[in-house]
């Protein structure tokens, strides 16, 4: 794996850890010192590859971080780890994290490669027909209040949740169990440009180097 994007960290303040013997280096952002125990974002990324970071990753909240990697034949992509309030916070909460995200994708470069990960909280469903070049035919579950806030700021960035793009069995598909219901369901995700989907250009093959939540 060459890069992990990570969530609920609980480290506070804005760091570079590196694992020697295993070759990652951890940028990670959170609350400052002296604030909550919670949250908290970052990235797990193979040493070898931080020569091609571009500029100092940006921890924009303990929710959001973001940096920019240059790609092979000077292309570059936009990498963004996000933790999104959970179903039960308050909708003021959920608005500016949402306000904040819809801002820092709208200033990423439009011919750069945008790479969306990490822990939404948020059930998209399976609705493809309603949410046409978003979600693909193999989602799971039912959508909730928070899958409708990625599915609309998705819309209006023409990004697809590639999660629901593969044909296979639902229990492949799903990646956290409520505590206490037992049920499965899938609220993390990889979302990436419609058109960087859609085409079949081999840079964009070599892009997508095994980027995964």
């Known amino acids: 794996m060459d890069i992990a994007a990570l969530s609920e960290t609980r480290i506070h303040g804005t760091s570079q850890l590196e694992e020697v013997g295993a070759g990652y280096t951890f940028l ?53 780890s996000a933790y999104a309030p959970t179903l039960p916070t308050p909708d003021d ?47 799971v579950g039912k959508e909730n209040s928070n899958g409708t806030r990625l599915l609309s700021l998705c819309c209006a960035h023409k990004l697809v949740i590639t999660n629901t793009m593969f044909q296979q069995r639902d229990s492949r598909k799903v990646s956290w169990m409520h505590a206490r219901s037992r049920h499965w369901h899938l609220i993390d995700y990889v979302i990436v440009r419609q058109r960087d989907v859609a085409t079949r250009q081999p840079d964009t093959v070599t892009a997508w180097f095994n980027l995964l939540v």
Not at 48 to 59: A, E, Y
Not at 94 to 122: C, W
Request: net charge neutral; hydrophobic share 35%.
């Open 93 to 139: 909460a959920k608005d500016e994290f949402y306000n904040q995200l819809d801002e820092i994708i709208s200033r990423t470069p439009r011919m750069h490669k945008l790479v969306l990960m990490g822990d939404f909280n948020a059930r998209v469903g399976c609705d493809h027909q309603a949410w046409e070049k978003v979600i693909g035919r193999y989602g």
């Open 28 to 80: 990670l952002t959170g609350h400052p010192v002296d604030g909550p125990t919670q949250a908290g974002v970052g990235f797990a990324i193979r040493t070898s590859l931080l020569h091609r970071i571009q500029n100092t990753p940006v921890g924009h909240s303990p929710r959001l971080m973001s940096l920019t990697l240059e790609l092979e034949g000077g292309h570059m992509a936009n990498l963004i």
